[in-house]
């Protein structure tokens, strides 16, 4: 960065922040760089506070005096990181600090994320009955072809979206699935309506990698940005698999706490 400023709350869209980049020689560092360092130095400030929204992207361009092309590549970068986060028809923000999410036995998600009191929310994309296919069967330690209870959602913390997941249960062991998720899209809570007071994890597996088309959309990130990948196995005190969970994180959006 070449000019200092001092860092204060940001008003959404406000382009005062913008008046402190000065242009050094391409040849020294490119453009595009250098818009990404002095956005970095803005986040890193507090004057672009988590949550805040960027002015639109024809402004800015106009603003710094540079190609929206330019732009666009640093922007594209910071969204790849998980700085920024881009709503489609929206705008582009601040993505909001790493969540703390314990991971501990029989504990439902919103009690295990420590959301410092952001509202978490539960968005259900997917519930259906289906026979297990080969991966199902195996994690579940069921006869292929078995019936099974596939769920998919989105949670989300303040309306930002965290976290997608595939979860797939056993059908013979929760038949009144449906109508107990129906009340408050809680699976501890169908669990308990079928006597599961208390289970454990017996596993969980993490791995990063970049988004993909659907988990992209599903998580509002530009295609390829870093994230992190979980596999998770649940059982009964019985010793019975009742839940096998995958999910797609944003890298930064989150501290799994063990």
């Not at 956005?39 to 890193?44: E, N, Q, S």
């Not at 949670?155 to 965290?162: E, F, K, L, N, T």
């Not at 969980?204 to 596999?231: K, M, N, W, Y």
């Amino acid at each position: 960065m070449n000019k200092s400023f001092r860092a204060q709350p940001n008003r959404s869209g406000s382009m005062s922040g913008f008046d402190g980049l000065v242009f050094r020689p391409r040849s020294d560092t490119p453009i595009w760089q250098q818009i990404y360092d002095y956005l970095i130095a803005l986040i890193d400030s507090g004057y672009l506070q988590a949550g805040s929204q960027l002015p639109g992207e024809i402004h800015l361009a106009e603003k710094l005096g540079v190609t929206r092309i330019t732009l666009r590549r640093a922007l594209q970068q910071l969204q790849q990181e998980g700085h920024l986060t881009s709503r489609k028809g929206v705008g582009v923000f601040v993505r909001s600090l790493p969540l703390a999410l314990v991971v501990r036995d029989g504990s439902r998600f919103s009690e295990s994320l420590t959301a410092d009191g952001k509202s978490v929310a539960t968005q259900t994309l997917f519930l259906d009955r289906e026979p297990a296919d080969a991966d199902m069967a195996a994690q579940l330690r069921l006869p292929a072809g078995a019936p099974v209870i596939r769920l998919r959602r989105v949670r989300s913390a303040d309306g930002q979206p965290i976290y997608s997941s595939t979860k797939v249960f056993p059908a013979t062991l929760l038949p009144d699935f449906e109508v107990v998720y129906a009340r408050r899209q809680s699976v501890t809570d169908v669990f308990v309506a079928h006597g599961i007071q208390k289970y454990r994890r017996v596993e969980t597996r993490i791995s990063g990698g970049f988004a993909a088309a659907d988990e992209a959309q599903l998580l509002q990130l530009t295609l390829g940005t870093p994230v992190f990948r979980t596999s998770s196995i649940n059982e009964d005190a019985a010793g019975n698999r009742i839940e096998w969970a995958r999910g797609c994180w944003l890298l930064t959006s989150v501290d799994f706490i063990f």
